[in-house]
């Protein structure tokens, strides 16, 4: 069977026919793209524990994929669910590689998108979608991850000038970055900037012995009196609401990407199945080999739906952050949870570079904990139900 062949067995329900024509050819078109310029290289990547992040930024903003779904400044403007589908095939690849893509896009460009001024705009997304130059986002700090509100990083009014002082923790392609968006408290609440990298003060250095993750770039920023012109902040940002609505955006692509890989784990573990023999017959001949592929199929299926459900919503522009929520806790938790399984089922090999499986388990724990750990995804749920906030 041809891997084709067994993406299309995989589709039980036929979801693919819930898809327009121009939908399913941009899927297409990131399954080559990854299949050439990604997949025979990720793992070597990941062993190397760095990834070609300027190279592969400009691979995508020449497809398209940086900003997808944002409109003008060079932004191709598709719709939620066709942007949805590229990020299930790039983290079908590897969740870093994915992870690259969300941040320049759903983080760095849309915080300029949607909160920056016309001349912000105009200097950075042109040059950010078509992946000339790379973004970052930094919210979380060495202290407050979970809890952004209490931020330290401070920003200082001097004259006409901001003067940015603190640090930022676990920022994805800090490193590598042209440009960041960088939260912090003013005088009256949290308040955003978007900051050459090359403004004196500011360095980011890569943070090491990642066990996951490891095909993308994660750095500690620190802010060391970093003056910037009034012209750096973002105009229409006040308060924490602006970074986090950015996080609903980037929240969406990952309850799409992670059903990416766990697709490529049950994908793999099939094939493996079928053709190792033990016992005299194929691991997929065994009654408790086939419940465990049937449960994982259901639950990518049912992870589909409900993917494709808020894609959907947000197409109509009717889709909340609980609802976001609801689609990352449940999507990313059963990603892992078919991850750990399908490599229980390649025995020994499963624990093997040589395949995919451990690589996005462990991607995986990542997924899970950035942009709202489950724990917290739980919280807004429940407050959700309740009325009532337990962490707020
Ligand atoms: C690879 C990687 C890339 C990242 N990229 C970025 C990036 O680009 N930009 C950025 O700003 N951040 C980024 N992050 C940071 C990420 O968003 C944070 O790690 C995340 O928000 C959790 O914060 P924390 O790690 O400080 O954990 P903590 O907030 O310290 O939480 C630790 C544990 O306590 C739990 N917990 C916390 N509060 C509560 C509560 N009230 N009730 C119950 N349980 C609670 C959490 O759920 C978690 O299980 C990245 C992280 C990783 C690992």
């Keep these: 069977m041809t891997s084709l062949d067994r993406l299309a067995a995989l589709d039980l329900l036929n979801l693919d026919a819930l898809h327009s024509?121009?939908?399913?050819?941009?899927?297409?078109?990131?399954?080559?793209?990854?299949?050439?310029?990604?997949?025979?290289?990720?793992?070597?990547?990941?062993?190397?524990?760095?990834?070609?992040?300027?190279?592969?930024?400009?691979e995508f903003g020449t497809l398209g994929l940086l900003g997808m779904h944002l409109s003008g400044y060079g932004c191709p403007g598709a719709s939620a669910v066709a942007y949805g589908l590229a990020c299930l095939e790039l983290e079908a690849a590897d969740s870093g590689v994915r992870s690259m893509v969300s941040v320049q896009g759903s983080l760095a460009m849309y915080a300029i998108w949607r909160y920056g001024s016309e001349e912000q705009k105009r200097e950075w997304l042109p040059s950010m979608a078509a992946g000339e130059s790379v973004g970052c986002f930094g919210l979380t700090e060495p202290d407050h991850g979970s809890d952004p509100a209490?931020?330290?990083?401070?920003?200082?009014?001097?004259?006409?000038?901001?003067?940015?002082?603190?640090?930022?923790?676990?920022?994805?392609?800090?490193?590598?970055?042209?440009?960041?968006?960088?939260?912090?408290?003013g005088p009256e609440g949290v308040l955003g900037f978007v900051v050459p990298t090359g403004t004196p003060g500011f360095t980011a250095r890569e943070i090491g012995h990642k066990m996951s993750l490891r095909a993308s770039s994660t750095g500690e920023i620190v802010l060391d009196e970093?003056?910037?012109?009034?012209?750096?902040?973002?105009?229409?940002?006040?308060?924490?609401?602006?970074?986090?609505?950015?996080?609903?955006?980037?929240?969406?692509?990952?309850?799409?990407?992670?059903?990416?890989?766990?697709?490529?784990?049950?994908?793999?573990?099939?094939?493996?199945?079928?053709?190792?023999?033990?016992?005299?017959?194929?691991?997929?001949?065994?009654?408790?080999?086939?419940?465990?592929?049937?449960?994982?199929?259901?639950?990518?299926?049912?992870?589909?739906?409900?993917?494709?459900?808020?894609?959907?919503?947000?197409?109509?522009?009717?889709?909340?952050?609980?609802?976001?929520?609801?689609?990352?806790?449940?999507?990313?938790?059963?990603?892992?949870?078919?991850?750990?399984?399908?490599?229980?089922?390649?025995?020994?090999?499963?624990?093997?570079?040589?395949?995919?499986?451990?690589?996005?388990?462990?991607?995986?724990?990542?997924?899970?904990?950035?942009?709202?750990?489950?724990?917290?995804?739980?919280?807004v749920i429940g407050q959700k139900l309740t009325g009532l906030s337990a962490f707020a």
């Excluded at 050439?36 to 070597?44: H, K, M, S, Y």
């Excluded at 000038?161 to 912090?184: C, E, F, Q, R, Y």
């Excluded at 980037?250 to 023999?277: F, H, K, P, T």
């Design 226 to 379: 970093v003056r910037l012109p009034a012209s750096a902040r973002l105009p229409e940002a006040r308060g924490l609401r602006a970074p986090l609505s950015c996080l609903t955006q980037a929240r969406y692509g990952i309850v799409w990407g992670a059903l990416g890989a766990a697709r490529d784990c049950l994908s793999v573990a099939l094939d493996y199945a079928l053709s190792r023999e033990q016992f005299g017959r194929p691991l997929a001949g065994f009654q408790l080999t086939q419940e465990k592929l049937a449960d994982m199929a259901l639950e990518l299926q049912k992870g589909y739906l409900l993917a494709l459900h808020l894609g959907r919503r947000a197409d109509a522009g009717s889709m909340t952050p609980e609802q976001v929520s609801v689609g990352k806790l449940n999507n990313v938790r059963e990603a892992i949870a078919i991850a750990r399984q399908c490599r229980t089922i390649l025995g020994a090999n499963g624990i093997s570079g040589e395949y995919p499986i451990l690589r996005h388990a462990n991607n995986l724990e990542s997924v899970l904990t950035y942009e709202g750990t489950s724990e917290i995804h739980q919280l």
């Design 150 to 185: 209490s931020m330290v990083t401070r920003a200082r009014p001097d004259g006409d000038d901001w003067v940015l002082s603190g640090g930022k923790m676990w920022i994805t392609n800090a490193p590598v970055a042209d440009v960041a968006v960088i939260w912090a408290r």
């Design 21 to 58: 024509d121009e939908e399913m050819q941009i899927r297409d078109v990131v399954r080559r793209m990854t299949g050439e310029r990604v997949r025979p290289f990720v793992a070597d990547w990941y062993e190397q524990g760095r990834a070609p992040v300027r190279e592969l930024m400009k």
